[in-house]
């Protein structure tokens, strides 16, 4: 079955602008979460949703949202962008019960890169 | 809270060596633990998961953890590295502290293989 779908796969922006990414999990999976994965802070958890809500949220600034669609693809908007910002960002779904053995199987990530 | 360090931000070794990548966590209730690799331009996905049913757990492409509950570790193994191997490991832990099975990832450590 097909895998998880992150577009697009590369993007550049410029500080101040606004980016929008979009995540289809694998077929079936209800939650989907989202990741920012950099060279000095590792992966760091942004959010998860589930059944279009949000049921978990990291520690980010309010300029990363997200939202989740009747279909269970997620998009994750990121307003007035930082240098900062630059990051592959990673989205992963899973089935999504309340199961501490959760697989998450992920997507190859979108590169953004802020100028 | 939950907590994963991964020792070693690289680790080298040649190919038909035996490979080691150290995974401690800190985890307040019984918890879930998982290996995943990224190759380069990729996803994560993953290589095996602890989920109390046995304590040495074989994944795939030849490694295995052993979940050791006195010395709160999950070190990966493989007896012999090949070419192939050569990607970035994390480790993750995943318990129901804070009502939230969200995993927290370790800081990935990368290997590299020399022929």
């Known amino acids: 079955k097909a895998g998880v779908t992150q577009t697009p796969r590369y993007l550049i922006k410029t500080r101040g602008q606004q980016v929008t990414l979009s995540c289809s999990p694998i077929?079936?999976?209800?939650?989907v979460s989202w990741y920012q994965q950099t060279p000095g802070q590792g992966l760091q958890f942004l959010f998860e949703y589930f059944s279009e809500t949000q049921r978990n949220k990291g520690n980010f600034p309010g300029r990363f949202s997200g939202r989740q669609f009747s279909n269970s693809r997620s998009e994750m908007n990121v307003s007035t962008l930082e240098l900062g910002d630059s990051a592959l960002y990673l989205c992963?779904?899973?089935?999504?019960?309340?199961?501490?053995?959760?697989?998450?199987?992920f997507g190859a990530g979108s590169r953004l890169t802020v100028l | 809270a939950q907590s994963v360090t991964q020792l070693g931000s690289h680790v080298s070794v040649s190919e038909g060596a035996l490979v080691l990548l150290r995974c401690n966590y800190s985890s307040s209730v019984p918890p879930y633990l998982f290996w995943y690799v990224q190759y380069p331009n990729q996803g994560l996905q993953l290589l095996l998961k602890?989920?109390?049913?046995?304590?040495l757990v074989k994944g795939i492409n030849g490694f295995e953890a052993e979940f050791k509950k006195s010395e709160t570790s999950f070190h990966l193994t493989k007896p012999s590295a090949h070419m192939r191997d050569a990607a970035e490991y994390f480790c993750?832990?995943?318990?129901?502290?804070?009502?939230?099975?969200?995993?927290?990832f370790g800081r990935g450590t990368s290997l590299i293989v020399h022929p």
């Open positions: 992963a779904s899973s089935l999504g019960g309340a199961l501490g053995a959760n697989v998450l199987t």
């Open positions: 602890y989920t109390s049913a046995a304590t």
């Open positions: 993750a832990v995943s318990d129901q502290a804070g009502g939230s099975y969200i995993p927290t």
């Open positions: 077929s079936g999976h209800r939650s």
